[in-house]
């Protein structure tokens, strides 16, 4: 098998846990990946092998020197705009295809990505079908992205519900490709002391509107006096959205003693103890369509409660490794937290292809686009 240069770019770095497992799984099937990025942030570098990174976004403003404000997005955005022509050289220094993990920028991308695709296919992981999971986000992180999808030359998404989406907004079918997310590694060896006797559930993951934590306090509220003397519930991530109104509804619901929030990026081996520590998972979300976090807590064999939506559907099978409930009800949501303690997973879980094999559907959609480019210059 002869060995194929891929030039993937993921220029805020959206998915490093996603894009290091994808390289080994290139790696395996003789693709060489080379990834453009933003410089690594120090509580990343084991997610992502830096031997195949070149940092060409976003220099002065992220990675270890991380910065905020608005005169900052100002000079973060002209640096968006010369990592792309930065690419643009780069995809023609002997890349045979060029895969975009995400569209920062689509109105300002789509003129790279046309400049790229004079010499070189171009493809598009689409990981979220409804752009930032419907997350208010300013106008320009999505103007310009239905052109983008019907310009690249082909379009991954990791469920045939989010090929049937796209197919529904005018993608011609022939273009997308179903790769499905795999397995992610929990690293890490932290070990957490718990309260005796209480069924932890823990929602994991940057705190974002969309996955619904105002639901989960909601669906708490609701629970009896009984049930929340025998559960505890952690919420833990990141803050991406104001958390000021979540904590006045917490203290306004009495769930001081039920509900903790750690409002803050955990290191792996926290991460890896708080998560090793859960009896349930929660997932809550308003929209998905396949969640990382899920596919790093799947192999723990813990009973889930999540929305039905996404990569949900296919990796919970009802009643034998969870519970699928209707997105935003907090009555549904509380009967399934309630009817979770002392759940045990049954039965084989639904089986996620591994890394090597995403790897080779990947290799498969690369050299189709590369034989395509080279028949139709002939």
Request: glycine content about 8%; aromatic content about 6%.
């Amino acid at each position: 098998m002869a060995m194929l240069n891929g030039l993937l770019i993921d220029p805020s770095l959206f998915t490093a846990p996603y894009d290091g497992a994808l390289s080994a799984g290139l790696e395996a099937n003789d693709v060489k990946p080379v990834w453009l990025t933003r410089p690594l942030r120090a509580n990343e570098m084991a997610e992502i092998p830096s031997a195949n990174v070149r940092p060409i976004f976003y220099g002065f403003t992220d990675g270890l020197r991380r910065r905020d404000g608005k005169h900052w997005r100002v000079l973060k955005g002209f640096e968006h705009v010369s990592g792309l022509c930065r690419s643009a050289m780069i995809a023609r220094s002997g890349f045979d295809v060029v895969h975009f993990q995400w569209t920062v920028l689509p109105r300002i991308d789509i003129r790279a990505i046309a400049r790229m695709r004079r010499h070189t296919p171009v493809l598009l992981t689409v990981h979220d079908t409804t752009p930032f999971n419907g997350k208010a986000v300013n106008r320009m992180q999505v103007e310009g992205l239905e052109e983008v999808l019907r310009l690249v030359d082909a379009l991954i998404v990791h469920t045939d519900a989010g090929r049937e989406t796209l197919r529904e907004r005018g993608v011609d079918a022939g273009r997308i490709h179903v790769v499905p997310h795999g397995p992610l590694d929990l690293r890490g060896a932290g070990v957490e002391v718990r309260r005796p006797g209480l069924w932890r559930i823990v929602m994991f993951g940057r705190l974002q509107d969309y996955k619904g934590l105002d639901v989960l306090i909601e669906a708490a509220g609701l629970l009896d006096s009984e049930t929340r003397g025998r559960i505890e519930i952690v919420v833990a991530g990141e803050p991406m959205t104001d958390l000021v109104p979540i904590v006045a509804r917490v203290q306004a619901l009495g769930l001081q003693d039920v509900l903790q929030i750690r409002p803050h990026r955990l290191d792996e081996d926290a991460m890896s103890a708080l998560l090793h520590s859960a009896d349930a998972f929660v997932f809550p979300y308003r929209a998905i369509e396949s969640s990382g976090v899920l596919f790093l807590v799947a192999a723990l064999g813990k009973w889930m409660v999540a929305s039905n939506l996404g990569s949900f559907r296919t990796m919970i099978a009802n009643g034998e490794n969870g519970t699928l409930v209707e997105p935003n009800n907090p009555m549904r949501l509380a009967d399934a937290l309630r009817g979770s303690i002392g759940r045990e997973v049954t039965g084989a879980r639904p089986a996620a292809p591994d890394w090597i094999e995403i790897g080779g559907m990947t290799r498969q959609i690369y050299e189709r686009l590369i034989r395509d480019r080279r028949e139709a210059a002939a």
